[in-house]
T-cell receptor
Framework: AQSVTQLDSHVSVSEGTPVLLRCNYS??????LFWYVQHPNKGLQLLLK??????LVKGINGFEAEFKKSETSFHLTKPSAHMSDAAEYFC?????????????FGQGTTLQVKP | KAGVTQTPRYLIKTRGQQVTLSCSPI?????VSWYQQTPGQGLQFLFE???????NKGNFPGRFSGRQFSNSRSEMNVSTLELGDSALYLC??????????????FGPGTRLLVL
């Protein structure tokens, strides 16, 4: 069965410093992995997705994630945090093979950005 | 293109009542999925529809039901509401969610409060 584990429930950084949000996945085959962001009282917005074309995936707003099969990880990074990055971040894996688009969400990481 | 729309945005009901939530997907999208988001359980999959057929169902009681219409709009219904049904209900649309790594676009959600 597919699953994701977000290793930190809360991350606090200062504006202008790097961001690292950690995610480990479990999958019996090549996974479909995504990172979504949720700002307060808003829906979910896709940051990036792993397509197997490249292990380093670039997303919107300067975010990147690196797919590491040997470590079963898909950590999200950003070189320099901005105040507007404060939000909830979800690592997501598509559940199951075959005819389903069910998404399985991690528990989320709250990113706090201090001025 | 207009995004995913959900109506109503906010709803207050009392225990025992029933509620119907609506989701209009992005034009041309044929897949609609529903998720429940609560502070305790996080984001959990409810159902998935494609071309008016339920393709997958999450682990929720039978009080939760849904359907999809020929124009791809979807509704979900919760009967005999319980306090624990208070949540943010999110709808996601895609061209065909069964396609691996297909992006699913989320609406802003309907926040349901059961008193």
């Amino acid at each position: 069965a597919q699953s994701v584990t977000q290793l930190d429930s809360h991350v606090s950084v200062s504006e202008g410093t790097p961001v690292l949000l950690r995610c480990n996945y479990s999958s019996s085959y090549s996974p479909s992995l995504f990172w979504y962001v949720q700002h307060p009282n808003k829906g979910l917005q896709l940051l990036l997705k792993y397509t197997s074309a490249a292990t380093l995936v670039k997303g919107i707003n300067g975010f990147e994630a690196e797919f590491k099969k040997s470590e079963t990880s898909f950590h999200l990074t950003k070189p320099s945090a901005h105040m507007s990055d404060a939000a909830e971040y979800f690592c997501v894996v598509r559940g199951g093979s075959g005819n389903t688009g069910k998404l399985i969400f991690g528990q989320g990481t709250t990113l706090q950005v201090k001025p | 293109k207009a995004g995913v729309t959900q109506t109503p945005r906010y709803l207050i009901k009392t225990r025992g009542q029933q509620v119907t939530l609506s989701c209009s997907p992005i034009s041309g999208h044929r897949s609609v999925s529903w998720y429940q988001q609560t502070p305790g359980q996080g984001l959990q999959f409810l159902f998935e529809y494609f071309s008016e057929t339920q393709r997958n169902k999450g682990n929720f009681p039978g009080r939760f039901s849904g359907r999809q219409f020929s124009n791809s709009r979807s509704e979900m219904n919760v009967s005999t509401l319980e306090l624990g049904d208070s949540a943010l209900y999110l709808c996601a649309s895609s061209l065909d969610s069964s396609v691996k790594r297909e992006t699913q676009y989320f609406g802003p959600g309907t926040r349901l409060l059961v008193l």
